[in-house]
């Protein structure tokens, strides 16, 4: 009935929505919020209150002048009982006249490191009063004498936050597709320093160190698209089995969901922020567009879910199946390698031996962590001190973890997509899988000496196949870029468009300035020259 009424008019765009769920006070912690809904049964209406300047709402994208409806997370309050935060669907602007309605306080946030156009708000509840039908019932419902009924399963609500996470890790091998394209192209226009005396300037894409700064990143991009779809999949099945009532899937999806948000968001941001140092100067000016992509890019490093929390959410889950596979129970797919027994074995320098070797890492991180938490909770320490104390191996266990299951994946599944391509196509994907993998295996080859049999040897050559991968890669990587295929009017890019203008565009936004509109600005009347005289 909820969605015949809404769904229709949303899609129509009769009504604009936002989801304002997180506060000035309180965003990770859901328990926190402190915005009240609280149930009359005489009107049966529920009335919305912010008790205080901490329970405004703060941040929900279109709030501030855009939207004239929200879905609002609060304390849901009936019969004198407090039933947990639940969702509501309000009106909060006049559908004619966009006039905020009596009770609902509406704003914007003011400026942010980037989303300029996001209309970010603020949002606060005077004795607002919504008709019962707005608490959104699909799950809990709220009877017209105020009486409350439960869920039936109080983890499907989990289901639209793991759904926006993997969309999320989509979205990052998008971004660094976006950074990989501008950056590549820009350094096959771009010419500096004459290492050959004689020789004219090299392309900058030449150099070793420009290549290990981007070839990761279009890399990525491949392994994050690849991972995205194989973690769609996963949620496709889960959804399908919740909707006959099946959760036991559910926690594990939730596991994995919450580390692969986490390592790829952060993993996007650094790169693309590697782009623009890349391109030197002129990554830096906004019409490479490449600082606006990091803003966005390391927004996502925050919003649904900051990251440090999801990773702990993960290695709850790690270290839960760890004293559950201890005690000889089965574990979920993605984390039954963490009860593999079997002596260290042989180190081996291929794809096969270095996800092997991550995931000795991940089991052994797990391993190091459920330790230190027992002796401590032996020695008296709470479980929560414990993991408090603990949670900085916890957090780097969870990204090991996430790091096997991306490797593990964009191996297998290239693999598996090979096979229907052509071989110089088949090549070039393997070539940008063995880099990925090298190349995390040279960043933390730490890990890898402590948790493996790895040794020095292997190392050297580790380190001489990855130099010999970017030789390869080279010569295709501006095909690589382009076939991205991304139109010019969505790079929106000086650096970057396809035709390689580069300082024809970069001199022709130049001038778009104002302050290129006349050659002597006011202000050179007003201030410099009485100061330049000494009359100021
Ligand atoms: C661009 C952008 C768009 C957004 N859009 C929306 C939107 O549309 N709707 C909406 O409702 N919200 C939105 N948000 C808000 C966003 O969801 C929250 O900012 C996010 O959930 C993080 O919560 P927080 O700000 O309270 O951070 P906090 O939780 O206060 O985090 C601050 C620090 O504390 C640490 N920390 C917190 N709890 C723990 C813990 N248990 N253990 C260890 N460390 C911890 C974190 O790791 C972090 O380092 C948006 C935010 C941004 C930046």
Redesign the pocket.
Known sequence: EQQEKWVPRAVNMEIIG?????ELG????LRGLETTATYDPNTEEFVLNSPTLTAY?W???GLAHTANHCVVVAQLHSKGVNHGVHPFIVQIRDEDTHMPLPGVKVGEIGP?LS?ST?N?GFLGFDNFRVPRDSMLMKNAQVLKDGTYVKSRLSKLTYGTMVFIRVMIVTDMAYYLSVGATIAIRYSAVRHQSKPKENEPEPQILDYVTQQHKLFIALASSHAFRVTGQWLWTTFVRVNKALTSGNADTLPELHAVACCLKAVTTRDAASMVEACRMSCGGHGYMTSSYLPILYGITT?AC????????LL?QTARSLVKAWQKGSKGKPLSPTEAYLMDKSPVPKWENTLDGIIAGFRRVSAGKVQDCVSKIDKLVKMGTSYEDAWNQT?VRLVAASEAHSRAVILATFRAEVSRAAAALSPPLARVLHQLVHLYTVYWALERVGDLLLYTSIAERDVQELQQQYEDLLQKIRPNTVGLVDAFDLRDEILNSTLGAYDGRVYERLMEEALKSPLNAEPVNQSFHKYLKPFMQGKL
């Open positions: 936002t989801y304002a769920q997180t309180h965003g990770t912690f709402k941040w929900p994208g942010k989303f996001a970010n927004a925050t919003y649904e879910g900051e990251n440090t929390v702990l949670s």
